[in-house]
C-alpha cells in the first residue's frame, strides 16, 4: 500500500492535508492523534468509503496493483476484499436484523464462490482461531447479544475470512476490559506474521507493542512520523510529546 499527498476535502473545507504512508505485509503503522484529528476519515479513504461530498486526491495512491480513486464500483469490490477495515464501533458496525451467520454467508457469498457448506466450515475455522467457542451458539446469535469482547472477535473473524493482505483497526480495542484488551493484541501480533496492519487508536502502550512506525496527526496534517523507537525516544513535535505526557496522566482516551 503506498499513499502519497492524499487529501480529502468537503467543498472548501480540507480535512486530510498531504497524508502520506507506506504499508507492507508483515508491517504495522500505528496512526495516532487525538479525538477528531482525522484518523477514521483518514482508514475510510484508504477504502474510499466516503459519500459523494467528499473529494479526494492524492499525487500517489495505490494497494497492490488497485488505484482505488481510478476505481470501478468491481474494481472497489475486489479492493475490499485486500483491505479489511474493524470499525470501532463494533455493536453498530452490523446490520442489526442479520444473525452472526448470515453476517458470514453475504460476506462470503458477496467475494467467494464457496456454496453454504464451505462458507460455514470458513466461518467456523476464522472464529475458532479467535478463541470462541459453542460455535453454534455464536453463529445464531446476534451481535448486539454477545458480550463487547466476544462481538470484537467476531468482527475480526468476519474481516479476515476473505482473506485480505492489509487490515485496519480503528480503536478496536476500545471499551474493552484489560484482559480482552491483551487478548486482541495477541491476535494482532498473530496475524502480523501474514498481514500489513494500520492500527488508529489511544492506546499508545498498544502502539508501542504492535507498530514498527508512527504516525502523528493533528487537524487532518501529518506532523510527525518516526520509527517506533526513535518516536517514543525522542518525539519530534511539541503536539507529539503532550501525546505522550497526557497519556502517561491518564491511560486511554485523550
Given amino acids: ?5 492524499l487529501n480529502c476535502q468537503v467543498g472548501d473545507k480540507k480535512l486530510l492535508e498531504n497524508i502520506s504512508l507506506n504499508l507492507e505485509e508483515k508491517q504495522a503503522l500505528a496512526i495516532i492523534g487525538k479525538s477528531g484529528s482525522g484518523k477514521s476519515l483518514l482508514a475510510r479513504s484508504l477504502l ?22 481510478k476505481a470501478n464500483s468491481k474494481t472497489l469490490q ?3 476484499t485486500r483491505v479489511a477495515l474493524v470499525f470501532q464501533d463494533v455493536m453498530a458496525s ?10 458470514f454467508h453475504l460476506i462470503l457469498k458477496t467475494h467467494t464462490r464457496l456454496n453454504a457448506k464451505m462458507r460455514k466450515e470458513k466461518a467456523f475455522f476464522y472464529l475458532h482461531r479467535f478463541g470462541l467457542e459453542n460455535l453454534e451458539l455464536i453463529w445464531h446469535s446476534y451481535v448486539h447479544q454477545l458480550s463487547v469482547g466476544m462481538a470484537r472477535r467476531v468482527s475480526l473473524a468476519l474481516a479476515l475470512v476473505c482473506e485480505p493482505r492489509y487490515l485496519i483497526c480503528d480503536e478496536i480495542t476500545c471499551s474493552l476490559d484489560h484482559e480482552n484488551e491483551l487478548r486482541i ?10 498481514l500489513g496492519i494500520i492500527l488508529i ?22 506532523i510527525e512520523k518516526a520509527l517506533k523507537d526513535e518516536f ?7 503536539y507529539a510529546k503532550n501525546l505522550l505526557a497526557e497519556f502517561k496522566k491518564e491511560k486511554y482516551c485523550f
Fill in 1 to 5: 500500500m503506498c499513499v502519497r499527498n
Fill in 48 to 69: 474510499a468509503l466516503l459519500d459523494r461530498d467528499f473529494y479526494l486526491r492524492a499525487d500517489e495512491f495505490f494497494v497492490d496493483e488497485i488505484k482505488p480513486l
Fill in 78 to 80: 475486489i479492493l475490499r
Fill in 94 to 103: 452490523f446490520y442489526p436484523f442479520l444473525d452472526v451467520g448470515a453476517l
Fill in 185 to 194: 493484541y495477541e491476535f494482532l501480533k498473530e496475524l502480523k506474521k501474514d
Fill in 201 to 222: 487508536t489511544h492506546d499508545l502502550n498498544g502502539a508501542r507493542e504492535l507498530a514498527d512506525e508512527i504516525l502523528v496527526l493533528e487537524e487532518g496534517k501529518c
Fill in 232 to 238: 517514543f525516544q525522542a518525539p519530534k513535535s511539541e
